[in-house]
């Protein structure tokens, strides 16, 4: 990034230039440590730190002009200045337009109030991704341009290093930036050369008196967000209130934006209809303007539903589509989609053990995870267990490289995978390292009672007679099981009948079983892959139908004979 010097002189009229205004700034920035070659250096006055007294190491270090409010005695040799009133003020307008105004090419959320900002905004950046955007965020935690992460170290930076962080997320092509803005930036405008687009009121309650002073000074702080909104040139510019907060009616009359508004008040445009508050998850059902949203949630509190509500009110403002809003919050709950898979699910629901059979893309070991983790999330299980045979196509482990856990860990990755999709990769973590959920090879399933969990094996179609028959006999009390494959895939050698085969013969008339056969059109994937499956039934078929007739036809040619 350069920018002609005499070009950020034009948004200066009044300042008063001492040396030569033909020069090429290559950085903006007010800490004196952090000059390099080209820097115009700001020189700003704080409560304990004058930044004046900086100048000559900042030039020193490269700095070529400086902005400052008085001129020293001796000006720094090739340094040309730049006299305002007001450095603070100068930098307000001079960083954003050295940046190109990257709070103008974004579309900027900023999520401001006493609490539920950092959660509200984590959850707004995640339903943009499953959106399809791309996205970062800025907030007391840290700041994340799509999946890049650094650490933040103050909820909103100052003006230089917050136009600094925007301009990044442009170079990295994110469409959104979603903010935590607190009273300190509003007040000392710290977010200046932004155009945001959406606003939302979590509450506000007393804090930050040390710097404010009083309510109203803290109020009318927060409230510079919503007055702003509608400044610069965006279309849709949208303001969303929490009702039941008492400032909330205040600031809405300073606001010319559009507004939505959440609350318990049915009068709201968001509001709930029922919610149920357990110890680790919570249930809600909401009325919104786009119809009800019937939600589980991994987050639980009361002070949750008001930050859900206010995050719905922000997407449904940026007219995402409800279906997303939805399976983001509740942490990818996934639905049957096929009279089939509907099948299947009930069965699960209702037997102790299932074997769900079928295509690849019919969803049976993803539906069949889903299942485990709501029941686990209920509690109606303590732990969650995935197998799947380890080895396949005939290979050892002792001929691959690596330890145990590298040499079994590329046939498990599936089931990581489905597991990172639908609880999130940090909550898995954490039940892994509980012990809560254990994904292993079926070799590590010889010897154990399985009580109290749920368990799924994977890839049946690969064990063998004996594998299944030991796997099955595994289940203690308070377990329930499922069991997937896919008969047309079976990597066996082929005089080693198929486990899943036999136990489809030997256990179907046995009470509390059920078998559930999936088929070509409870794909689910790409619809090219539902037509390649089908295509490949149609061929079994034929070359059995085939076989069958040329059986048959041989039979009547050897009865002819022996007449």
Do not use: W
Request: aromatic residues 6%; neutral net charge; charged residues 25%.
């Amino acid at each position: 990034m350069e920018k002609q010097l005499a070009s950020l002189l034009a948004l200066l009229p009044q300042a008063e230039v001492i040396g030569s205004a033909d020069k090429v700034i290559t950085d903006v920035t007010a800490d004196s440590r952090a000059v390099v070659a080209g820097s115009l250096f700001i020189c700003l006055k704080g409560a304990t730190v004058d930044g004046h007294k900086f100048l000559a190491m900042a030039a020193e270090k490269g700095a070529v002009a400086a902005l400052v409010e008085d001129v020293p005695a001796e000006v720094p040799q090739g340094v040309t200045l730049i006299k305002v009133a007001d450095t603070r003020e100068a930098m307000e307008l001079v960083t954003p337009y050295f940046y190109d105004y990257p709070g103008r090419k974004l579309r900027m959320i900023g999520v401001t109030g006493t609490n539920g900002k950092t959660t509200s905004t984590n959850i707004i950046r995640l339903i943009l991704r499953k959106a399809g955007y791309k996205v970062g965020l800025i907030g007391t935690i840290n700041i994340m341009i799509n999946d890049e992460i650094t650490e933040s170290h103050n909820t909103t930076p100052d003006v230089v290093d917050l136009q600094k962080t925007l301009y990044a997320m442009c170079c990295a092509g994110c469409d959104y930036c979603v903010m935590e803005v607190s009273s300190h930036a509003l007040a000392l405008k710290r977010v200046a050369g932004i155009e945001y687009d959406c606003a939302v009121l979590t509450n506000i309650t007393q804090d930050h008196l040390d710097f404010h002073k009083t309510m109203e000074n803290y109020r009318d702080a927060k409230s510079l967000l919503f007055e702003h909104l509608t400044d610069g040139s965006k279309p849709n510019k949208n303001a969303v209130f929490n009702m039941d907060d008492a400032s909330s009616a205040i600031i809405r009359e300073r606001t010319k934006a559009n507004v939505l508004t959440y609350g318990e008040g049915h009068d709201n445009d968001i509001y709930p209809l029922s919610f149920t508050v357990e110890p680790k998850h919570m249930q809600l059902l909401l009325h919104t303007p786009v119809g009800e949203m019937d939600l589980e949630l991994k987050i639980t509190g009361e002070f949750n539903v008001y930050n859900v509500m206010g995050v719905i009110g922000a997407m449904l403002a940026e007219k995402i589509d409800k279906d997303i809003i939805c399976h983001t919050i509740n942490g990818k709950p996934v639905k049957p989609k096929t009279i089939g898979q509907k099948e299947y699910v009930d069965a699960i629901r209702k037997k102790m053990i299932v074997f769900g059979m079928g295509p690849a893309g019919t969803g049976k070991t993803y539906l069949a995870m889903a299942m485990a983790i709501t029941a686990f999330k209920r509690e109606e299980v303590s732990r969650i267990i995935l197998t799947r045979p380890a080895i396949e196509a005939g290979e050892k482990l002792g001929f691959l490289p690596g330890d145990l856990q590298s040499k079994i860990d590329p046939y498990l990755r599936p089931l990581y995978d489905a597991l990172y999709q639908i609880m999130g990769a940090e909550s898995f973590q954490k039940n892994m390292e509980k012990g809560a959920i254990e994904v292993a090879p079926l070799a590590y399933m010889r010897g154990r009672t399985l009580d109290n969990a749920y368990v799924i094996l994977d890839e049946a179609q690969n064990t063998t007679e004996a594998q299944m028959k030991m796997f099955l006999t595994r289940i203690g009390f308070g377990s329930r099981v499922v069991v997937t494959g896919d008969l047309s895939q079976k990597d066996l050698a082929a005089t080693t009948r198929s486990g899943l085969e036999v136990a489809v013969r030997v256990l179907s008339k046995v009470e509390d079983i059920a078998f559930c056969n999936l088929t070509s059109k409870d794909v689910v994937r790409h619809p090219l892959v539902q037509k390649i499956v089908k295509a490949y039934e149609d061929y079994e078929k034929k070359a059995t139908k085939t076989a069958g007739k040329k059986y048959r036809e041989k039979g009547r040619l050897d009865r002819n004979a022996k007449r």
